[in-house]
């Protein structure tokens, strides 16, 4: 892990009236880079060629004596490979142009972990040392630290054999190497075949078949929640519940538009729906719930401050779904801006509104935290 001392040393040599907040163009760049328009900075989004004009023609940003009219990117860095960008002479020039990286998703699955924690020498909001925990293989994953917090979360099956009521088995899909190829069984005899099935239409394989996660399903409505934990707050509570989100996932999302008996009748192929996210919506929960929201995250601050010294930094998303009886299960974790917060951007969110007063979705509560470490000389606290 590169050294908190020379990313400061870095940091501490910027231009701080001359700030730009970065990220790479995917995920919830859109969000960030709105954000950071909203507070002032200006901004930069790395792109991929065949990827770019989202960024570089529809949300280009137009200045008028410095104001921005329209649009919220001002500048696109276009590479062949997302790899490209944190190549030695790039990263020379992130700095030189002042950047602060906000990390995404999309960050972590395009360019290799041990190149984001040894290699990337430009200042980056949030928990660096955090981004590992979202893969499912490492030993100390999200579930492990859920554990460790005494958080809920769905119950393993180790064996599939062991099979006895619905179970959702996650692992990667084979060919859209950044989504899922998961699918549910609710028997041994139902892994078997589907799994089978999913082998021969080459969604999965059977080496990630071997490594999947089986968990207990349960069944109720998702919602994720989506925080930010201030390590430079120091009048009100440190953790502020943001927003929240839920997801429309293919083709998963179009089975159950259909009847059943359509259901039962689609062919092999159509048969097993896919759990691709392609969209997102907001939401809100009964306010009775919200209690066990805020301690959930309250225990996740803390365990994360145990085992990632200095622990949660900014954006957080915990991944949940309800039982009937109106238990949270935590299925998912994201230590970086969630990606569903794009639903937020320019309009907010009902919490987050309400809290500040002010349309604040992730991406500008970020970039009024950046601006709050500059402000105050505190950037040291929020960047790793």
């Given at each position: 892990m590169i050294d908190k001392n020379e990313i400061m040393k870095i940091a501490n040599d910027y231009d701080k009236d001359n700030v730009k907040i970065g990220a790479l163009a995917s995920h919830s760049a859109l969000d960030v880079a709105d954000g950071a328009i909203e507070e002032g900075f200006k901004t930069v989004l790395y792109c991929q060629k065949g990827r770019e004009r989202t960024y570089a023609n529809y949300f280009r940003a137009k200045r008028v004596a410095g104001k921005v009219v329209r649009g919220f990117v001002d500048e696109c860095h276009v590479y062949g490979k997302f790899s490209e960008m944190v190549a030695p002479g790039e990263q020379d020039k992130m700095v030189r142009d002042n950047v602060i990286f906000v990390p995404n998703r999309s960050f972590t699955s395009y360019i290799?972990?041990?190149?984001?924690?040894?290699?990337?020498?430009?200042?980056?909001?949030?928990?660096?040392?955090?981004?590992?925990?979202?893969?499912?293989?490492?030993?100390?994953?999200?579930?492990?630290?859920?554990?460790?917090?005494?958080?809920?979360?769905?119950?393993?099956?180790?064996?599939?054999?062991?099979?006895?009521?619905?179970?959702?088995?996650?692992?990667?899909?084979?060919?859209?190497?950044?989504?899922?190829?998961?699918?549910?069984?609710?028997?041994?005899?139902?892994?078997?075949e589907k799994s089978d099935q999913l082998v021969q239409q080459g969604v999965i394989t059977r080496d990630d078949l071997a490594g999947a996660r089986i968990e207990r399903y349960i069944i109720g409505p998702v919602f994720n929640f989506d925080f930010f934990y201030s390590p430079l707050e120091e009048e009100y509570e440190k953790v502020e519940l943001l927003g929240v989100d839920w997801r429309f996932e293919t083709s998963l999302d179009g089975h159950v538009r259909l009847p059943a008996d359509q259901q039962m009748k689609l062919n092999e192929k159509q048969f097993l729906p896919e759990y691709t996210v392609c969209g997102h919506n907001s939401a809100t929960v009964r306010e009775s719930l919200l209690e066990s929201v805020f301690s959930m995250a309250e225990k996740f601050v803390k365990v994360s401050e145990r085992h990632y010294d200095p622990g949660i930094i900014g954006p957080f998303c915990l991944q949940t779904c309800i039982d009937k009886d109106l238990n949270y299960y935590i299925y998912d974790v994201a230590p970086r801006v969630g990606g569903g917060t794009n639903v937020h951007m320019a309009v907010g969110h009902p919490y987050g509104n309400s809290l500040y007063r002010a349309n604040v979705s992730t991406g500008r509560r970020v970039a009024m935290e950046i601006r709050r470490g500059l402000e105050e000389d505190r950037l040291s606290e929020i960047l790793t």
């Open positions: 290799p972990l041990k190149v984001v924690e040894d290699e990337f020498r430009v200042p980056m909001f949030g928990s660096r040392n955090m981004l590992r925990m979202e893969e499912r293989s490492e030993q100390q994953s999200y579930y492990w630290l859920l554990e460790k917090g005494g958080l809920p979360f769905p119950e393993k099956i180790d064996d599939p054999e062991d099979i006895d009521e619905l179970v959702v088995v996650k692992l990667h899909h084979a060919q859209k190497k950044l989504e899922r190829g998961f699918f549910t069984a609710s028997s041994y005899q139902e892994y078997k």
